[in-house]
């Protein structure tokens, strides 16, 4: 039995009895929840960012919220990533970029809609004649962060989520393409860690 | 040699323009007014005449006159060019107006380059010819963007490229539109209009 708290959080594992000098080297678990497991854990983010939210998403990768303790590491091409956080105003003529860009991930591959533009145009969808409402119009998204732009911890709760889309991933199945939406009051309020934040809105009292 | 005010400037140049209007915008900017016929003449004197000397174009500019309110009604563009010198430390603004339906005024690319891309972009949002430019190719929108967005009267666009522009149940707010006129909501594109097109 080890010790490597990362080993014994593998899904499925069956833990080996103590004293066999073999067995302490040895898991066993499913091919797919295997890779599942890998993938969950380095989710590679493109380093691409268009507005506001992607000082957001900087923030988010730098020391103090800090992405790299969950495997997330930017790349500077999309041949390398896993993850695109589509982080800001995207207009007609940038979405035929971001599709391109898209395509060229390798499978599989995951899109998170970062705040209020990417996800339905936000301030610019009444009054923009160039902007596009909505990036979902271009490319799948798997997740939806609401947000002007979204906090860093609520980019974290999106990844989160997007972990727990990518641990039910099964290489040889099926995967979800029903698209998941962070819940606002969390996310705008950044007090999705642990409950009874002092923002969180109270429910009425019947 | 130092700096000339705007009243010197404007008593050279009327001494050789006298067609050149001299004005001032609401805010009191004073500025010329000049035929688009005369602003290639104009502008090469005002770079090479040793006491004006204006050799940076600062910024080229344009904007529409529709609706303008301390201005007479006018269906004009007009394009504005801020000269500075970097010899002589004064500066100077010249504008020139285009009739909005054949909309050409002569490039000044030839003189200063940096009008290249300042000519791309009025050309590109609003729709003034700059005769003379090399590449006179959008700079902001898509090559095959229908229209001039920053002209008043632009109608705005219910989809590109097959995408809807507005998502169900959105529509545009303040759908530019002329004075007296109905708002016109007839979309650009026939084949896929926008669900949540503006009311007619």
Not at chain 2, 192 to 200: E, N, Q, S, V
């Amino acid at each position: 039995m080890t010790d490597d708290p990362m080993m014994n959080a593998l899904p499925g594992s069956t833990k080996q009895k103590a004293g066999n000098q073999l067995d302490e080297q040895i898991h066993l678990t499913a091919v797919d929840e295997f890779l599942a497991w890998g993938k969950e854990n380095s989710l590679f983010y493109l380093l691409f960012a268009t507005a506001c939210c992607g000082i957001e998403l900087m923030q988010a990768g730098g020391p103090r919220y800090d992405l790299d303790r969950l495997g997330m590491i930017p790349r500077a091409t999309p041949r390398q990533s896993d993850l695109m956080i589509i982080a800001g105003t995207i207009t007609h003529k940038m979405a035929e970029r971001v599709r391109l860009i898209y395509q060229q991930m390798t499978e599989p591959r995951w899109v998170v809609s970062m705040g209020s533009c990417a996800n339905s145009g936000g301030p610019f969808s009444k009054w923009s004649y160039s902007v596009l409402n909505g990036i979902d119009k271009y490319i799948p998204v798997d997740i939806y962060i609401p947000g002007c732009p979204p906090r860093p911890e609520a980019l974290i709760d999106g990844v989160y989520a997007l972990r727990e889309r990518v641990r039910r991933y099964r290489t040889l199945g099926v995967r979800e393409t029903v698209p998941h939406i962070v819940a606002s009051a969390d996310a705008a309020f950044g007090c999705h860690f642990g409950k009874g934040g002092s923002k969180q809105p109270e429910e009425p009292k019947a | 040699m130092s700096a000339l005010s705007f009243a010197e400037l404007c008593e050279r140049v009327h001494a050789r323009w006298p067609a050149v209007e001299a004005k001032r915008s609401d805010n009191g900017q004073p500025f010329l007014l000049v035929p688009a016929t005369e602003l290639v003449a104009l502008v090469q004197w005002l770079r090479s005449d040793r006491e004006l000397r204006f050799d940076a174009l600062s910024d080229l500019t344009g904007y529409d006159l529709m609706k303008y309110p301390a201005t007479p009604p006018s269906d004009a563009i007009a394009v504005v060019y801020v000269l500075f010198s970097y010899v002589q430390k004064h500066k100077l603004m010249l504008r020139v107006l285009a009739p909005r339906a054949a909309c050409v005024v002569p490039s000044v690319s030839f003189l200063w380059p940096a009008a290249l891309y300042f000519e791309r972009e009025v050309w590109d949002l609003l729709g003034v010819h700059f005769d003379g430019h090399p590449t006179l190719l959008r700079i902001m929108t898509p090559q095959d963007w229908v229209g001039h967005p920053l002209r008043k009267d632009y109608i705005y666009p219910s989809e590109y490229h097959g995408v809807p522009h507005l998502r169900e149940g959105q529509h545009f707010e303040h759908v530019p539109q002329r004075e007296g006129d109905a708002v016109k909501a007839a979309p650009t594109a026939p084949a896929a209009p926008a669900k949540g097109a503006p009311p007619a």
